[in-house]
């Protein structure tokens, strides 16, 4: 089992917040892309989702549930879809954007960032659990996934 020791950074600011994680993954980005981008199967190789509804392509929904607050469906836009590059979702309040960078040895530099905020964030922030330990396991998860699947081929 590969470990990932990618650390998450969170900044704070009065009506924003912004929670970020790199980390290089033995794998081509099609693997990450399809991973990333196949909804259903979430779920399965990610731990820090409890669910995703929809279809992950340009334009289209989908109602994600985490398990940082599972009682509540999240209701996303995708809002940037090119394929094995770049993937925001998000709706008023946010933005989660996934990078995928090839790497010259084959890897690919993974890149997650969200920034949530607006006028009315100083009112709701506490609410607001920290993301770093969920980016992390995330990273982690998909890590692990991905580096399995490139070992099979």
Do not use: C
């Amino acid at each position: 089992m590969t470990q990932t020791n990618s650390k998450a950074t969170t900044t704070r600011k009065t009506f924003s917040r912004e929670t970020s994680i790199s980390a290089t993954i033995r794998a081509d980005a099609s693997i990450l892309w399809a991973l990333l981008t196949t909804a259903h199967d979430f779920a399965r190789w990610n731990s820090t989702i409890i669910s995703i509804e929809g279809k992950i392509a340009q334009g289209e929904k989908i109602q994600l549930k985490s398990k940082l607050d599972p009682k509540r469906t999240f209701n996303l836009a995708i809002k940037t879809y090119e394929p094995e590059k770049r993937l925001v979702w998000g709706d008023a309040m946010g933005s989660r954007t996934y990078t995928l960078e090839p790497q010259s040895n084959g890897s690919t530099l993974f890149t997650m960032h969200e920034k949530i905020g607006g006028p009315l964030f100083p009112l709701f922030a506490k609410m607001i659990p920290p993301f770093d330990a969920s980016f992390e396991q995330f990273t982690a998860d998909l890590k692990r996934e991905a580096e399995a699947i490139a070992q099979a081929k």
